[in-house]
């Protein structure tokens, strides 16, 4: 059943967010395409301005898409298990589990796409950015096309150094951070329309209300975890020699920070699927 | 096993300690077709959702067909709400898309059949519909299935009396012999010649359940002068 499940509800909310992602990966084109326009030799001062304001533009959709993806699957959430669609949500033949990881791999993995469609549309706008540049400054395209060659190029060197001591661990820390974010990021917010749903009069003020208190509960543990981490960083760093690689510490920093937002959201996932089993209370 | 759904000592408290229904005791029958009856507020709705498992009990059980309301029973339990409850964006031929997929009881080609009497596309989609037409396809969606159990809620509140008829006949026409069809509503006058048994229900207790026939053999008449009868405000 979860297979149908997942079927539907991605036939359902795909639209949405790809459209949010078309509009992001236009924005980028558009502040990238502003380097081919003559409008940043002109004297008067409008011209160029209007391509800083593009750019600027293209910075804000990044924002507004990811935060518009959330909200759009945060809405969707509340509405199929909470409201009139419930009715038809908590009839079908499922369990409550099998409701909530229908929901939960969706958002989730809606999250990664969100990460990996912002990733690119950079990747986009500094490519067409580039190409815009080169016939007017071929010189400086060219360096940036021979550094990147000689980065790759060097790669395996530059890795056996000490400086690089422990990257590929950093990258896996990284990787798994953001992995584990998407996850917990989809718990941070289904937890707290499960949580306000307790709030039986006010249910949205609810859920937004759990989500600040989540957010803050969670911000306050990870301080208190940090601050000994944060203490031995202050150390290594006072004891610094130049051949010293800093990986080793953001991987420390990362990891911690991923065991302890991943633990968070298993607690919340828990807590959601007893709410949903124990005390449904549909209007 | 005559017994579909059995009640023992049902209660649900509501905030403020408002009690909707009081340790109620209850038998739904294989095979009959049931008539919710009860004002305003005396917990016909309550006692339906918490059959659907829409809502948790303060204290008792609810046994359909020997299970607790959970998967096992939704299978078997054909629920049509007194709201319009399927997502606006969805095209009708999605929606028996969904069923099919889901319920393993859901007839397609008599949803289809249904649709067709009514001049209902299937390519519509339900933000297009009338309140009235999205309460038509609701029906029609509902009673598609070979379900053990149909429990509709005010099923023809909301329709003009032409459209209550139809509504009454799919009913009747759809619902297999060992079925039950459970009825909450108001207009008792419109459905008492389809009822065999009725369930008066007020303040979360049960104050009668007997037969239609009984009604009118035992006290002269019709259950809906009954009903007004028995509360009289």
């Known amino acids: 059943m979860l297979g149908k499940l997942l079927k539907h509800e991605w036939k359902a909310v795909w639209k949405v967010p790809m459209l949010l992602i078309g509009i992001l990966m236009i924005m980028a084109m558009v502040a990238g395409f502003t380097f081919v326009l003559p409008v940043w030799d002109s004297e008067w001062v409008g011209l160029p301005l209007s391509g800083v304001m593009l750019i600027m533009l293209f910075y804000f959709t990044i924002i507004a898409v990811s935060i518009g993806i959330t909200i759009y699957f945060a809405v969707r959430y509340y509405k199929n298990m909470f409201t009139d669609e419930g009715y038809l949500t908590h009839t079908l033949p499922v369990s409550a589990r099998q409701l909530l990881l229908n929901k939960v791999i969706t958002m989730s993995a809606w999250n990664l796409i969100a990460i990996v469609a912002v990733g690119l549309s950079l990747l986009l706008f500094g490519g067409i950015t580039l190409w815009a540049l080169m016939p007017k400054d071929s010189s400086f395209a060219r360096e940036v096309i021979e550094s990147f060659a000689e980065a790759i190029e060097g790669w395996p060197e530059a890795l056996s150094s000490p400086y690089m001591k422990g990257f590929t661990g950093f990258c896996i820390s990284l990787l798994l951070m953001v992995l584990s974010g998407s996850f917990s990021g989809t718990m941070m917010i289904v937890g707290s329309i499960n949580l306000g749903q307790m709030v039986r009069k006010h249910r949205i003020l609810g859920s937004i209300g759990a989500y600040f208190a989540i957010n803050a509960v969670i911000q306050m543990f990870n301080m208190m975890v940090m601050m000994p981490v944060m203490f031995g960083v202050e150390n290594s760093v006072s004891r610094w020699e130049g051949d010293m690689s800093p990986f080793p510490m953001f991987t420390r920093f990362y990891m911690i920070m991923t065991v302890i937002t991943l633990a968070a959201a298993v607690g919340l996932y828990f807590m959601s699927e007893y709410l949903l089993r124990r005390q449904l209370e549909l209007e | ?233």
Do not use: W
């Open chain 2, 1 to 233: 096993m005559n017994e579909l759904v059995v009640v023992n000592n049902l209660t649900k408290v509501y905030e403020k300690k408002k009690i909707a229904l009081d340790h109620m005791n209850l038998i739904i029958p294989r095979g009959k077709i049931i008539g919710l009856l009860g004002p305003n507020g005396s917990g016909k709705t309550t006692l339906i959702k918490l059959v659907n498992g829409l809502l948790t009990a303060t204290e008792g059980e609810i046994l359909i067909n020997g299970s607790q309301p959970g998967p096992e029973s939704k299978s078997c339990v054909s629920y049509l709400p007194e709201r319009t409850y399927f997502q606006n964006s969805m095209k009708i031929s999605e929606l028996i898309s969904f069923f099919t997929d889901f319920y393993k009881d859901f007839r397609p080609e008599r949803a289809k059949m249904m649709l067709s009497n009514l001049g209902i596309h299937e390519d519509a989609r339900l933000k297009t519909l009338s309140k009235g037409t999205k309460e038509k396809v609701q029906l029609i969606m509902v009673m598609s299935r070979e379900a053990q159990l149909y429990i509709l809620d005010e099923p023809i509140a909301g329709v003009d009396p032409a459209a209550r008829d139809y509504i009454l006949k799919t009913i009747i026409s759809n619902y297999n012999e060992n079925a039950t069809v459970l009825i909450s509503t108001h207009l008792i006058s419109d459905i008492e010649k389809v009822l065999d048994e009725v369930i008066f229900i007020r303040n979360g207790r049960i104050l009668l359940h007997d037969t239609v026939e009984n009604i009118r053999e035992c006290k002269g008449k019709s259950v809906d002068a009954y009903f007004r009868e028995v509360f009289a405000c």
